[in-house]
C-alpha cells in the first residue's frame, strides 16, 4: 500500500524537526499532529536531554502543542506523524489522546509499541484503537537514526 502524499509531506516537516532534535544532542525523532483537515496543530521533536524530562519524547510533545492548539485533550480525527514507530509510553499518550490515525517512518525492534514488538495501538482488547501506516520515508528516518548512534560510538 502506497502512503497518501500528504503522509510523505507531513513525515518530510518531522524529518526536518528529527534533524533539528539530532543538532541539539538529542536522538533525532521528530513528530506532528495533523488535524483532520491536514492543517499542522502540533510540532515536537525529542527534548528529554533539553528539558530533563524522560516524558519529553516527540510525540507527546507534539499531542501537548496540539491540545493547547485546539483546546481540548481530545485529538479525535487527527494524525500524528513521527519519525520513529512510538515507544509504549507515546503509543498510550496517543490512545488516551484519541487520535485516530498514526504514521510513521523508521520501525523499532526494540521498544517499538505500533506493531513491531508490540502493538498496543491497535490492541482489540482496549477501548480505543487508532489506524497504523508505517515505513514512511522509513529509510531517510533510519539513516537519520544511524547516523546519530554512529557518530556516539
Not at 75 to 100: F, I, K
Not at 124 to 150: D, I, K, N, S, T
Request: with cysteine.
Amino acid at each position: 500500500m502506497q502512503p497518501e502524499l500528504r503522509d510523505v509531506d507531513a513525515m518530510r516537516r518531522a524529518l526536518a524537526l528529527a534533524d533539528a532534535a539530532s543538532t541539539a544532542g538529542e536522538v533525532p525523532v521528530g513528530a506532528i499532529v495533523l488535524d483532520p483537515s491536514g492543517a499542522v496543530i502540533g510540532e515536537g521533536r525529542n527534548r528529554r536531554e533539553l528539558d530533563h524530562d524522560p516524558s519529553a519524547h516527540a510525540e507527546v510533545v507534539a499531542m501537548r502543542e496540539a491540545a493547547r492548539a485546539i483546546g481540548s485533550w481530545n485529538l479525535d480525527g487527527c494524525t500524528l506523524v513521527v519519525t520513529l514507530e512510538p515507544c509504549l509510553m507515546c503509543a498510550g499518550a496517543l490512545l488516551q489522546a484519541r487520535l485516530s490515525r498514526l504514521v510513521f517512518g523508521a520501525w523499532d525492534d526494540k521498544a517499538g509499541a505500533a506493531g513491531s514488538m508490540y502493538d498496543v495501538v491497535r490492541d482489540r482488547r482496549l477501548p480505543y484503537r487508532a489506524e497504523v501506516v508505517g515505513g514512511v520515508c522509513e529509510a531517510e528516518a533510519q539513516a537519520q537514526l544511524r547516523a546519530f548512534f554512529e557518530a556516539r560510538r
